[in-house]
């Protein structure tokens, strides 16, 4: 029997079947398909669509969230990661109840997002970003509350669908929370709230960075088709991932746009592929150098790199016409006035994780029957600034907001299955195209 469902698990399966038969850890912990769910009074019903890593802790803090949320159906391309995700759950959350999931509601496959979604009051979307749009617009015409990660999209066309969806969801009523926890965060809170009573005059530049020593690579594994090694690999497509720049240094660069008040009006910069360089790293860059222009000449100088064995440093500072601040992740906040001196220093070793808190405050909402959250806008806006930067370093060019926003950019198929073909294809020698400064066109 474990042989069996361990060929069942494989990629075969996933073409011909919406659900998955779970391994035998599963099979002795989950009850079967044909008992009901319980039922509890005012318990709130979570899917979780996207069961990797970060998935696995946006569900984990959900739960934490609220005593009455249950995890009642998960969906994912992947059987093998909605089975890891289930494992790890069970294990953080013994009782059962919490996690009321079964053989006939964990659901793999392309559509499986309709199933779970179908069956929940919020859903928690943390797929890889490619997919983001699509899930929002179907979460919303279902009218489900919706807490998603960053970045909303990986094209201009999916911040279209998102801005749409967004407004769909404002007119429902629902909430909506974007994974930019660190509006959410008590250290940048209470800088933002000095920043706009004056205590460091106007913002007029600002630097923000993420550099670091890169992410995972996943090798090639034999029988895979190229779009399922692509969607194991994600980090490192651009029509997946969106690019360094736009995944994880979204972060900063939404500080910026929060911090000054507006999105940037053009972008330029440069970037390229200086040591990832391998077969195994797709086509994205490896460094990202970007001046943001905002509306009233403030310019924000914007780095992120991956490469390993150099200064990593992922924080921001902006300097005003009467002081300068610097935040970072890390609880920290400092502001200074032009002398030098101290006037307001953050200490928040105490403070609460801010990724709990952004459920924290979706589901307490939710709970009160209030529509008070959405992040939607905020979400887009800084995807789309993300996005601009990489169309200036791709191209080499000056990009206006309005330009990029007018640009038939489309990066994401729709897509059925894993022998569907990958949107961009190795040459001979298994290499992917990468942008060439200079000669591609942003995209």
């Not at 797929?127 to 909303?152: C, D, N, W």
């Not at 709990?356 to 009160?368: D, G, R, T, Y």
């Amino acid at each position: 029997m474990k042989n069996e469902i361990k060929t069942i698990n494989r990629r075969g399966f996933l073409e011909h079947s919406a659900k998955i038969t779970a391994a035998g850890f599963l099979m002795s912990r989950l009850p079967a398909g044909s008992k009901k769910l319980i039922s509890f009074e005012g318990e709130i019903k979570v899917a979780l669509v996207g069961c990797g890593g970060r998935g696995t802790g946006a569900i984990s803090q959900a739960l934490e969230a609220d005593p009455d949320v249950r995890l009642v159906a998960m969906a994912d391309a992947f059987g093998d990661q909605a089975e890891e995700c289930v494992k790890t759950l069970i294990e953080k959350f013994p009782d059962s109840d919490r996690i009321n999931v079964n053989r006939e509601t964990i659901f793999t496959g392309f559509d499986a997002y309709k199933q779970a979604i179908g069956m929940a009051d919020v859903v928690i979307l943390t797929t890889p970003p490619a997919f983001r749009p699509l899930h929002f617009e179907y979460a919303i015409s279902q009218g489900k509350h919706v807490f998603m990660e960053k970045p909303v999209a990986t094209d201009v066309a999916g911040i279209r669908t998102v801005l749409a969806a967004g407004k769909e969801a404002r007119r429902k009523k629902l909430n909506v929370v974007v994974g930019l926890q660190r509006h959410y965060q008590r250290s940048y809170q209470s800088i933002k709230n000095r920043i706009d009573r004056g205590k460091i005059g106007d913002i007029i530049s600002g630097q923000v960075y993420w550099n670091s020593g890169g992410v995972w690579v996943r090798p090639r594994q034999t029988g895979q088709t190229e779009l399922e090694y692509q969607m194991r690999n994600w980090y490192y497509f651009n029509w997946l991932c969106g690019d360094h720049i736009v995944e994880q240094h979204i972060h900063n660069i939404d500080v910026a746009n929060w911090f000054i008040g507006s999105t940037p009006v053009s972008a330029q910069g440069m970037g390229g592929r200086e040591v990832r360089k391998g077969k195994d790293h797709g086509q994205i860059f490896d460094h990202h150098f970007v001046e943001f222009t905002y509306q009233n000449g403030q310019v924000v100088a914007s780095q992120c790199r991956h490469q390993k064995g150099c200064m990593n440093r992922v924080e921001e500072v902006f300097q005003g016409t009467r002081g300068n601040v610097i935040t970072n992740s890390s609880h920290f906040g400092l502001m200074k006035n032009k002398r030098g001196k101290v006037v307001y220093n953050h200490e928040g070793e105490d403070d609460i994780n801010p990724y709990q808190q952004e459920h924290n405050e979706l589901f307490s909402a939710i709970k009160a029957g209030d529509y008070r959250m959405d992040d939607t806008n905020r979400g887009a806006e800084a995807t789309m600034s993300a996005i601009l930067g990489r169309m200036a370093t791709y191209s080499g060019q000056k990009i206006t907001w309005d330009e990029a926003m007018a640009f038939d950019h489309k990066l994401v198929p729709e897509l059925h299955s894993f022998n569907d073909n990958a949107p961009v294809q190795p040459d001979k020698e298994g290499h992917y195209p990468i942008p060439v400064p200079g000669v591609s066109t942003y995209r």
